[in-house]
């Protein structure tokens, strides 16, 4: 009886060591799997687990880190699909404005509002200028659709900020919209005259449909940056 108690004691107590050691030792790992898993869950797809020993745990670490990797790769990709046709959908709506402005100046030769041969000549200035505007979003809507970017593809250059500015508020007071440049500066910067002209368009365009009839352009130097504020006597947006 004494052998018999000795043995399960020393087998409870053996069982019980290796319990705890082999709880021990798939504790630590199994913590860092699970942590792992949690960050995934969280979104966090940029801290990989690194697990680094080589025991039977590598394995499942290995696979959740190959998981998380492929998951941000095919996210990536979504979003720079979405931005891209998000951009595309932009520029197609932008292409709006000169027609509109093509179609208003011919509308007024058909009509006669034209009546003298500087007047006239004006409007098919501003009609041929807005074809230009026009073939060029055309261009470059077809040669963005054809990248692989997540943003437009910029062009800048030297452009003189009063005399570029000017350029763009005369279509516009053409058609009726008081447009002001409040004392712009004689200053050369770099931008994308094309994609410059089509942020100062849309803003001019949404001033003239939501009812303004005076809009005063100025600019503010800062450095080497200068802030263009685009103001109207419009209506406005209701405070959300």
């Given at each position: 009886?004494?052998?018999?108690?000795?043995?399960?004691?020393?087998?409870?107590?053996?069982?019980?060591?290796?319990?705890?050691?082999?709880?021990?030792?798939?504790?630590?790992?199994?913590?860092?799997?699970?942590?792992?898993?949690?960050?995934?869950?969280?979104?966090?797809?940029?801290?990989?687990?690194?697990?680094?020993?080589?025991?039977?745990?590598?394995?499942?670490?290995?696979?959740?880190?190959?998981?998380?990797?492929?998951?941000?790769?095919?996210?990536?990709?979504?979003?720079?699909?979405?931005?891209?046709?998000?951009?595309?959908?932009?520029?197609?709506?932008?292409?709006?404005?000169?027609?509109?402005?093509?179609?208003?100046?011919?509308?007024?030769?058909?009509?006669?509002?034209?009546?003298?041969?500087?007047?006239?000549?004006?409007?098919?200035?501003?009609?041929?200028?807005?074809?230009?505007?026009?073939?060029?979003?055309?261009?470059?809507?077809?040669?963005?659709a054809k990248l692989d970017l997540s943003e437009a593809p910029a062009?800048?250059?030297?452009?003189?900020?009063?005399?570029?500015?000017?350029?763009?508020?005369?279509?516009?007071?053409?058609?009726?919209?008081?447009?002001?440049?409040?004392?712009?500066?004689?200053?050369?910067?770099?931008?994308?005259?094309?994609?410059?002209?089509?942020?100062?368009?849309?803003?001019?365009?949404?001033?003239?449909?939501?009812?303004?009839?005076?809009?005063?352009?100025?600019?503010?130097?800062?450095?080497?940056?200068?802030?263009?504020?685009?103001?109207?006597?419009?209506?406005?947006?209701?405070?959300?």
């Amino acid at each position: 009886g004494t052998v018999i108690l000795a043995l399960l004691a020393a087998s409870g107590f053996t069982n019980l060591y290796l319990t705890k050691h082999l709880f021990r030792h798939i504790q630590k790992p199994l913590d860092i799997l699970v942590s792992g898993v949690k960050r995934i869950q969280e979104g966090n797809l940029d801290a990989p687990i690194g697990y680094v020993v080589p025991d039977e745990f590598k394995p499942a670490c290995d696979a959740v880190d190959e998981m998380a990797a492929r998951l941000k790769t095919s996210l990536e990709a979504q979003s720079r699909q979405q931005q891209k046709q998000e951009l595309i959908a932009g520029m197609s709506h932008d292409l709006k404005s000169p027609l509109t402005s093509i179609r208003a100046y011919t509308e007024g030769l058909l009509d006669g509002v034209a009546k003298d041969e500087q007047t006239q000549a004006r409007y098919l200035q501003t009609i041929y200028a807005k074809e230009t505007e026009l073939e060029t979003l055309v261009n470059r809507l077809f040669s963005f659709a054809k990248l692989d970017l997540s943003e437009a593809p910029a062009k800048p250059e030297a452009l003189e900020i009063s005399g570029t500015f000017a350029e763009i508020a005369a279509g516009f007071e053409a058609e009726g919209l008081d447009v002001r440049l409040d004392d712009l500066p004689d200053e050369t910067v770099m931008a994308d005259r094309e994609l410059l002209s089509r942020c100062m368009s849309n803003l001019l365009d949404n001033s003239r449909k939501y009812g303004a009839s005076h809009v005063v352009i100025s600019a503010d130097i800062s450095g080497d940056t200068v802030s263009i504020s685009v103001s109207d006597d419009g209506p406005g947006v209701e405070a959300s």
